[in-house]
C-alpha cells in the first residue's frame, strides 16, 4: 500500500510512515468489522469487558513506548502523554461500570423486559491533541456493548493510533472486532465518506472541531445513522467577587496552558468580577510566566501541533489588541511555539472573546456584577465547560446550573475528566455523552419484549366444555 509521511513540525524531518488507505482499504475494514460482529456480540458482556481490563493492564505496562511515538509525532511534553495513558487505562476500567446496565432486562411494566442489544459496526474518528486517551475513548464503551469497531487514526498522529489499537487487540480480542485504518491528509474526506456510507457502519463518534463535525454530521444524517460528536470548546471560568484569587490563579492557569491550550476543555475566557480583576490579573499573570521557555528550547507543555497553528494564535492576540485590549504577558512566537499569553479587557468584536484559540493564550473579561458575570458566560456560540470560583459553593453551584455548559466546576480546572462521568458538552460544542453509563444508549438498540397471554384454542375451548358437563 502507498504510504504517507508526518513531519516534526518544527524540524520538517519524518516521524512516521504510515498506511495511506483509500476507500476501498475503508471499506475493506468495515466488512472485516461486520463479519466478526456476530460472534463478539455474543461473547457474555462480563468476557468482553475482563479483555478490556486486560487491555488496561497492556496500556500502562507500554507506557514509555507511546511517550516517545507521540512526544515525536505531535510535539507533547511526556508528562502529558504520561497522563493520557492513565486516563485511557481507566477508561477501558471503568467499562466495568457498564455490566449491569448491558445485563439488565427490568422493566416498568410488568410482563415487558427491556434489553439493550448491540448496534453494530462503529466508526470512531479521534483527534491529534490527547491522542491515547481520545483514541481509546472512541473504541472502549463500543466494544464492550458488543460493537465492533473501526477506528480512523488522525494523520497527525498515525503512528501514535496504531499504537492504541494494536494494544488494545493484544489483550486477546478476536481479529476483526477493532480495525484500525489511516490515510493522507488529501484522502481525509473520501475515506470518511466510505465508511459513513458502509451499510454495516451502524454508529459513528467523532471527536474533532465543530467545523468537521457538521460535515460528519450531515453525512450520517444522510444515511438516518446516529453520531456522538464531541465538539470545540471555549472553556469558561467565572471569578466572583469572593474568590480565593491565589487558588483561581493556579487552577485558571492549568486549565489555560496545560498541553499548550490544546485540549477541548482550556479555559480561554476568563470572566472577572471587576472589584478584583486587577488583583487576579496579577496573580495569573505569575502563573502564566511560571510557565515560560527559554528562546530555542521545548516548552515544558510541549509544542503547539504546527508553527502554522502558532502564527494563528498570535494573529488572534494581535486582533484583539488592535480592538482594544491589553496583551499583559507572553504571546512572543519562539521556535513554533508560543509563549504563554494572557490577554486582559477582551470584549466582544474580537476573535478571542468568540473563537476557539486553542493555544496557549486566554483573554480576561471584566465585568461589574454576578448578573453580568453569567449573561456573558452564556453569550457563546459553545457549551462544553465552565468553571465558577466563589468562596460560596452553593453560589457557585447556582450559577453553574444557569450557564449553559455539559459540564461545571465549582472552585477546579476546566481540564478535569472522569471516565465514570458522561462527558459532553451542548449548543457548538456538539451532542450526545461519551462516559459513565450513558454511553450505553450511545452504543446499543434499545429493544423491548412482550410475553402476552395465548388464548385457548378453539379444540381446546370445546375439550374444556365436555369435561365440565361430566
Not at 93 to 111: K, N, Y
Not at 276 to 292: I, T, Y
Not at 349 to 354: A, K, V, W
Amino acid at each position: 500500500m502507498v504510504a504517507f509521511e508526518r513531519r516534526d513540525p518544527v524540524s520538517d524531518a519524518v516521524v512516521t510512515r504510515a498506511a495511506a488507505g483509500r476507500a476501498a482499504e475503508a471499506r475493506a475494514a468495515a466488512v472485516a468489522a461486520a463479519t466478526a460482529f456476530a460472534e463478539w456480540a455474543a461473547v457474555p458482556v462480563r468476557d468482553r469487558i475482563g479483555l478490556l481490563s486486560s487491555a488496561a493492564d497492556a496500556v500502562l505496562a507500554g507506557a514509555d513506548d507511546v511517550v516517545e511515538i507521540a512526544c515525536a509525532e505531535v510535539g507533547s511534553a511526556p508528562d502529558w502523554v504520561r497522563f493520557n495513558v492513565e486516563i485511557a487505562a481507566a477508561m477501558l476500567r471503568q467499562t466495568a461500570d457498564l455490566i449491569e446496565p448491558l445485563e439488565s432486562t427490568d422493566s416498568p411494566v410488568s410482563g415487558h423486559s427491556l434489553r439493550r442489544r448491540p448496534a453494530g459496526v462503529v466508526l470512531g474518528i479521534a483527534p491529534w491533541n490527547a491522542a491515547v486517551t481520545l483514541a481509546t475513548r472512541a473504541v472502549a464503551a463500543p466494544l464492550a456493548c458488543g460493537n465492533t469497531v473501526v477506528l480512523k487514526g488522525s494523520e497527525l498522529c498515525p503512528k501514535t493510533h496504531e499504537w492504541v489499537a494494536e494494544t488494545i487487540c493484544s489483550a486477546g480480542l478476536p481479529a476483526g472486532v477493532l480495525n484500525y485504518i489511516t490515510n493522507a491528509p488529501d484522502h481525509a474526506e473520501e475515506v470518511v465518506d466510505a465508511l459513513i456510507a458502509h451499510p454495516a457502519v451502524r454508529r459513528i463518534n467523532f471527536t474533532g472541531s465543530t467545523r468537521v463535525g457538521r460535515e460528519i454530521a450531515v453525512a450520517a444524517a444522510h444515511h438516518l445513522k446516529p453520531c456522538l460528536l464531541e465538539l470545540s470548546g471555549k472553556g469558561t471560568a467565572v471569578v466572583l467577587s469572593d474568590a480565593d484569587l491565589d487558588h483561581a490563579a493556579r487552577a485558571i492557569a492549568h486549565g489555560s496552558f496545560f498541553n499548550q491550550g490544546q485540549i477541548c476543555m482550556s479555559t480561554e475566557r476568563v470572566i472577572v468580577d471587576n472589584s478584583v480583576a486587577d488583583a487576579f490579573v496579577a496573580k495569573l499573570v505569575q502563573e502564566a510566566e511560571a510557565l515560560r521557555f527559554a528562546t530555542g528550547q521545548p516548552s515544558p507543555l510541549g509544542a503547539l501541533i504546527s508553527p502554522a497553528a502558532a502564527v494563528r494564535v498570535r494573529a488572534m492576540i494581535d486582533d484583539a489588541v488592535a480592538k482594544g485590549a491589553f496583551l499583559v504577558t507572553g504571546g512572543e512566537l519562539s521556535g513554533g511555539g508560543l509563549q504563554p499569553a494572557v490577554v486582559d479587557r477582551v470584549a466582544p468584536g474580537m476573535m478571542l472573546y468568540s473563537e476557539e484559540a486553542f493555544g496557549p493564550v486566554t483573554g480576561v473579561i471584566r465585568v461589574g456584577d454576578a448578573e453580568e458575570a453569567l449573561a456573558i458566560a452564556n453569550d457563546t456560540d459553545f457549551g462544553l465547560v465552565a468553571s465558577v470560583f466563589s468562596r460560596d459553593t452553593e453560589v457557585a453551584t447556582s450559577m453553574l446550573c444557569q450557564i449553559e455548559t455539559g459540564i461545571g466546576h465549582v472552585n477546579g480546572s476546566t481540564v478535569y475528566d472522569d471516565p465514570r462521568l458522561p462527558f459532553g458538552g451542548v449548543k457548538s460544542s456538539g451532542y450526545g455523552r461519551f462516559g459513565g453509563r450513558d454511553a450505553v444508549a450511545e452504543f446499543t438498540e434499545c429493544q423491548w419484549i412482550a410475553v402476552h397471554d395465548q388464548p385457548l384454542s378453539e379444540g381446546a375451548s370445546q375439550h374444556e366444555k365436555r369435561e365440565d358437563n361430566t
